[in-house]
C-alpha cells in the first residue's frame, strides 16, 4: 500500500508547519486528489486515519479531498477529453499524440487549525 507512505509525507509537512505557526492542533486538511495520479481515494483515508495517530498536532484531524478530474489534450486536433475514459486515445480523431494536462495531482490545498488557547468565538448574530 503506497499511499501510506504519500501519507507519512504529507503529516510530516503539516505537523512541520503546525510546528512552526505555533498551532495547536490541526482540524483539517483538505487535499486536491487527481484522478488519474497514483492514489486510491479510499486507501488514502485509512492510511491518514492511521497514520494521524502518530502526530504530534493530527490525533483529530480530518481530510477532505477534492477529486481533480484527468484531462488528456490532443495534440493532432487541439481537442481536451476525459482521461479516464479514453486513456491515451482521443476520442475526437482518434490520434495517440496526447499528453495529460491535469489530474495527476496530489497537493496539500490548505490546512485548518486551531491556535494558541482553544477561544471559541461567540457566536455573531446574522442580521
Ligand atoms: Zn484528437
Same mark, same amino acid.
Given at each position: 500500500?503506497?499511499?501510506?507512505?504519500?501519507?507519512?509525507?504529507?503529516?510530516?509537512?503539516?505537523?512541520?508547519?503546525?510546528?512552526?505557526?505555533k498551532?495547536?492542533?490541526?482540524?483539517?486538511i483538505?487535499?486536491?486528489?487527481?484522478?488519474?495520479? *497514483?492514489?486510491?481515494?479510499? @486507501?488514502?483515508?485509512d492510511?491518514?486515519?492511521?497514520? %494521524?495517530?502518530?502526530? &504530534?498536532?493530527?490525533? #483529530? +484531524?480530518e481530510?477532505?479531498?477534492?477529486?481533480?478530474?484527468?484531462?488528456?489534450?490532443?495534440?493532432?486536433?487541439g481537442?481536451?477529453?476525459?482521461?479516464?475514459?479514453?486513456?491515451?486515445?482521443?476520442?475526437?480523431?482518434? *490520434?495517440?499524440?496526447?499528453? @495529460?494536462?491535469?489530474?495527476?495531482?496530489?497537493?496539500? %490545498?490548505?490546512?485548518? &487549525?486551531?491556535?494558541? #488557547? +482553544?477561544?471559541?468565538?461567540?457566536?455573531?448574530?446574522?442580521?
Amino acid at each position: 500500500m503506497h499511499e501510506l507512505g504519500i501519507v507519512m509525507n504529507v503529516l510530516e509537512q503539516v505537523d512541520a508547519v503546525a510546528a512552526e505557526n505555533k498551532a495547536e492542533k490541526v482540524l483539517k486538511i483538505t487535499m486536491e486528489v487527481g484522478e488519474v495520479s *497514483s492514489v486510491v481515494p479510499d @486507501l488514502f483515508l485509512d492510511a491518514f486515519n492511521w497514520a %494521524k495517530k502518530k502526530t &504530534a498536532f493530527l490525533q #483529530e +484531524a480530518e481530510l477532505e479531498m477534492i477529486i481533480i478530474e484527468g484531462r488528456t489534450y490532443c495534440k493532432t486536433c487541439g481537442e481536451s477529453y476525459q482521461t479516464t475514459a479514453y486513456g491515451k486515445k482521443c476520442p475526437h480523431c482518434g *490520434s495517440y499524440e496526447t499528453y @495529460l494536462l491535469t489530474g495527476d495531482q496530489v497537493i496539500i %490545498k490548505d490546512i485548518a &487549525a486551531v491556535f494558541g #488557547e +482553544a477561544e471559541t468565538p461567540e457566536p455573531v448574530p446574522e442580521k
